[in-house]
């Protein structure tokens, strides 16, 4: 079971970007997947994380109103479309898959993705 996080780049105060998750997972409709960033000294942190239905979301305060995060399971694939970004958004973006319910916590993680660095800077 592989994810592949991307996406990530140097963008401006202001700006967008669309971090990408594919994962080469059997069944992929059976799992909810999470997106967690770290910023350097930091712990991970929750992001947003998608149920095997996209009618289950949630958000972390931080980052509600600005990000959003989708699936498409035709492609394996799960989105975080994050806009209005921030210089405290800067962190290194994980991905990550677990069996059947939505989690916000890194234990309950089964499966990572490697991590995309997003970096807000004028």
């Known amino acids: 079971v592989q994810l592949q996080a991307s996406g990530g780049g140097l963008v401006q105060p202001g700006g967008s970007l669309r971090l990408s998750c594919v994962a080469s997972?059997?069944?992929?409709?059976?799992?909810?997947v999470s997106w967690f960033r770290q910023a350097p000294g930091k712990e991970r942190e929750f992001v947003a994380a998608?149920?095997?239905?996209?009618?289950?979301?949630i958000y972390a305060d931080s980052v509600k109103g600005r990000f959003t995060i989708s699936r498409d399971n035709a492609k394996n694939t799960v989105y975080l479309q994050m806009n209005s970004l921030k210089p405290e958004d800067t962190a290194v973006y994980y991905c990550?898959?677990?069996?059947?319910?939505?989690?916000?916590?890194?234990?309950?993680?089964?499966?990572w993705g490697q991590g995309t660095l997003v970096t807000v800077s004028s």
């Open positions: 990550g898959a677990r069996l059947n319910v939505m989690t916000t916590l890194t234990k309950y993680i089964a499966y």
């Open positions: 997972i059997r069944a992929f409709t059976n799992y909810a």
């Open positions: 998608i149920g095997t239905s996209s009618g289950e979301i």
